[in-house]
């Protein structure tokens, strides 16, 4: 029984999906962050209790400090950055830290996570080798 326990186990890790390649998600980001949660302000509800991602957060972010993109003034201000975790195999809580890549709405300025497992999915180290090296035209200086 504890065989096949640790079967299922190691075939549900070895199944997990790798982060997506920067050189995908870069086109995609307007802002990156090294940042931490402050508050999880919403979760929604979990409409697939068997599936493997978890429900949409709205969070408050703590801006340490700002590596590629701009802050709006409100922001600068504040140090905060309110963003929309989607649903994704990933939890947030407060007391998070990391990069966080974020999407930005050119019409509401909203600010979305990219990225499948959210700040763990790339070093900050790999975030500015890949800069550097692919220098994206949506994250110039």
């Known amino acids: 029984m504890l065989a096949a326990a640790k079967i299922t186990l190691a075939l549900e890790v070895s199944m997990a999906k790798p982060p997506e390649p920067l050189e995908e ?9 090294d940042a931490e949660v402050r ?3 919403v979760t929604d ?5 068997q599936g493997h991602d978890v429900p949409r957060q709205v969070v408050v972010l703590t ?3 700002v590596l590629r993109g701009r802050l709006t003034d409100a922001e600068k201000k504040a140090g905060e950055v309110v963003a929309i975790k989607p649903k994704a195999p990933f939890t947030l809580k407060q ?4 990069p966080y890549l974020l999407a930005v709405d050119a019409k509401t300025g909203e600010r979305t996570i990219l ?7 790339w070093t900050f180290e790999k ?3 890949k ?5 994206p035209a949506s994250l110039a200086q």
């Open 25 to 33: 998600i870069f086109p995609l980001t307007s802002l990156i962050l």
């Open 39 to 41: 508050e999880v302000k």
């Open 45 to 49: 509800p979990d409409d697939d209790p």
């Open 63 to 65: 801006v340490k400090r």
């Open 95 to 98: 007391g998070v830290k990391g």
């Open 115 to 121: 990225g499948r497992y959210g700040p763990d999915s």
């Open 127 to 129: 975030i500015e080798l």
């Open 131 to 135: 800069l550097r090296e692919l220098k």
